[in-house]
């Protein structure tokens, strides 16, 4: 039997978006990317009378994490992040692990190339929310400390764009023209994700 799942993107302060993920039936919950929206994130949370299991991070960078201390403290929840992450965490998690809320089940990726900590979540095989690695419409900047354009590319080429088309994308910036897109349609419309080779793709993101 599927999950029913509850599902809630979240835009309160900035460009940041927060995600909900939920069980309907449990009621168990997680939220991916804290960051300035832990106010509006605990409303939606006791409102829809939902118990915060974890806390995901896609990657470690203060504007993701910046709700955490305060969503941990209101709910006891778990920390999620990638075992390379600087940011403080409870549970490390690796490329392929699983993780659930109730039988919701969220598939690590492990995406370096923005961070070396980045990672997607692939939520029942339907949504892939994306962090800094893929936007609607642009990839992640690879210019900041534990960036990498080639690992962008093993991110990109390799993992992200063999998934399939329907996959949809959940990003974790509201840089595009729309704040969700799907995995085929961004293989079609987002130019950094035109076919290159890996020294071709090097020099596209050094340019300016």
């Keep these: 039997m599927v999950a029913s799942m509850f599902f809630r ?14 069980d309907e039936t449990s009621r168990e919950a997680a939220v991916v990317d804290s960051s300035y929206n832990a106010g509006e994130v605990s409303r939606i949370l006791k409102a829809q009378g939902l118990q915060l299991k974890y806390i995901i991070n896609t990657h470690g960078h203060s504007d993701h994490t910046a709700g955490n201390t305060e ?3 209101i709910f006891s929840a778990k920390i999620v992040a990638h075992s390379q992450s600087r ?5 490390p998690v690796q490329d392929g692990d699983t993780i659930s809320v109730g039988k919701v089940f969220i598939k ?10 980045s ?3 692939l939520v029942d095989n339907k949504k892939l929310l994306t962090g800094d690695t893929l936007f609607v419409g642009e ?5 900041l400390p534990g960036g990498s354009s080639k690992s962008m590319y093993d ?30 349609e961004e293989k079609k419309t987002n130019y950094t994700l035109q076919q290159r080779s890996l020294n071709e793709f090097i020099e596209f993101m050094r340019q300016p």
């Design 139 to 143: 990839c992640g900047r690879t210019d």
């Design 119 to 121: 990672i997607c979540l």
């Design 71 to 73: 969503l941990r403290s």
């Design 155 to 184: 991110s990109l080429f390799n993992k992200l764009s063999k998934l399939q088309d329907m996959v949809e994308v959940y990003p974790g910036h509201d840089y595009g023209p729309k704040p969700s897109s799907t995995i085929g």
């Design 87 to 91: 940011a403080n965490f409870d549970l």
């Design 9 to 22: 993107q979240i835009q309160q302060h900035g460009d940041n978006f927060s995600y909900i993920i939920a």
């Design 108 to 117: 690590i990726i492990h995406t370096p190339g923005h961070t070396n900590d």
